[in-house]
C-alpha cells in the first residue's frame, strides 16, 4: 500500500482529502487533529501500520504492518448524521458487511460495532466526536479490518475470537480494492442514513437476533435477555423477563449466553 496506489485505486470516491502513513499511532488520532484544523467533509487517513490503535474505552486495536485496512473517515455532519448519532457506527458496520458480501460471504453485525464472519470478529469500528462548544463538528468514523492472518492478535489479547477475511475467503485480497469497495459502499449509505430502509438493512444484518445474549456493563450485574433488533435510533431492543428494555451505545458489551 502507498499514497500513489491508493490515489488511483480511490479516484472514482469524492474524498475531502487523503493522508496515507505507512506507520501512523492511530489514524483516529489523525483524523480528529485534522478535523480540528478545517478538513473537509469525507477526508480520510489511512495507516498500513498502527502503533497506538484504538478500541472503545480505551481498549488496544492491534493493526500490525501489510495486514490490514486501518483508516478514518472525516464527516462534517449532516443533519440525518446530528439526529441519528448512533447510526454512523452502523454505517461502519452496514459498509464492512457490503463491502465483504461482494466475495460472496456473510458477514454479521455484533451490535453495536463488531463484524463477524462465522462468529468471529474480522472488524471494529471506533466513532468519535469533534466538538465547537456546543457545536457537533465532526465524525470521525474508524474502521480496522483484518484481511491477512498475520493481522489476527494472539488470543492472550483477545476478548473474543477473531479472524481475517483471506482466513475465510482462502484466497488474496487486495486491500486498496477493498478500501475502495468499503468507501464506495459507506457514501452510498450515508445518504439513506436518515431512512427506514437504512435502520432495517442493519437490523437484518445483526448477529444473534432470536437468540438469548448477556449484556455487560462495568460495575454492574450482567442481564440476560433475547435480542430482539434495533430501535431506529440505532440503539438495541432486547426482551427482558416478558418487558422491552432499550439500550443505548455506550458502555456496553454484548456477548451470546452460555
Ligand atoms: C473496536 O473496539 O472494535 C473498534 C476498533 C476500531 C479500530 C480502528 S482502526 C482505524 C481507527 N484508528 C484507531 O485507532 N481505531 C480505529 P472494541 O469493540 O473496543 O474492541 C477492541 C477489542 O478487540 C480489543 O480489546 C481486543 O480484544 C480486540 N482486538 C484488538 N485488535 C484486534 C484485531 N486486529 N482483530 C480482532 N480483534 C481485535
Redesign the pocket.
Known amino acids: 500500500m502507498n499514497l500513489h496506489n491508493l490515489q488511483a485505486a480511490l479516484r472514482d470516491i469524492p474524498l475531502g482529502g487523503l493522508r496515507y502513513f505507512d506507520n501512523l499511532g492511530?489514524?483516529?488520532?489523525e483524523a480528529l487533529h485534522w478535523a480540528s484544523q478545517g478538513a473537509r467533509d469525507l477526508s480520510v487517513v489511512v495507516a498500513d501500520e498502527?502503533t497506538s490503535?484504538?478500541?472503545?474505552?480505551g481498549?488496544?486495536?492491534?493493526?500490525p504492518p501489510h495486514t490490514?485496512l486501518?483508516?478514518?473517515l472525516i464527516l462534517r455532519p449532516t443533519p440525518d448524521e446530528i439526529k441519528y448519532p448512533a447510526r454512523v457506527t452502523g454505517l461502519g458496520a452496514l459498509a464492512s458487511v457490503e463491502a465483504i458480501a461482494k466475495f460472496g460471504m456473510r458477514a454479521q453485525i455484533k451490535w453495536p460495532?463488531?463484524v463477524m464472519i462465522n462468529n468471529r470478529?474480522v472488524a471494529?469500528?471506533?466513532v468519535e466526536s469533534v466538538w465547537s462548544g456546543e457545536a457537533l463538528d465532526a465524525f470521525v468514523l474508524?474502521?480496522?479490518m483484518?484481511v491477512s492472518a498475520s493481522?489476527?492478535?494472539p488470543v492472550e489479547?483477545?476478548?473474543?475470537p477473531?479472524t481475517s477475511l483471506e482466513n475465510e475467503l482462502g484466497q488474496l485480497v487486495d486491500r486498496t480494492k477493498l478500501l475502495h469497495d468499503v468507501l464506495s459502499s459507506l457514501i452510498a449509505w450515508r445518504s439513506k442514513l436518515g431512512m427506514d430502509e437504512f435502520i432495517n438493512t442493519w437490523d437484518a444484518s445483526l448477529a444473534f437476533r432470536g437468540k438469548q445474549v448477556q449484556l455487560i456493563k462495568q460495575n454492574e450485574t450482567p442481564v440476560n435477555g433475547e435480542l430482539l433488533g434495533l430501535e431506529s435510533d440505532g440503539s438495541l431492543r432486547l426482551k427482558v423477563n416478558d418487558k422491552i428494555l432499550t439500550v443505548q451505545i455506550g458502555e456496553i458489551h454484548l456477548r451470546p449466553s452460555v
Do not use: E, M, V
Open positions: 492511530s489514524t483516529n488520532d498502527q490503535g484504538r478500541g472503545r474505552l481498549r488496544k486495536w492491534i493493526t490490514a486501518a483508516f478514518s460495532n463488531d470478529k471494529g469500528i471506533l474508524g474502521l480496522g483484518n493481522a489476527i492478535p489479547l483477545l476478548s473474543l477473531a
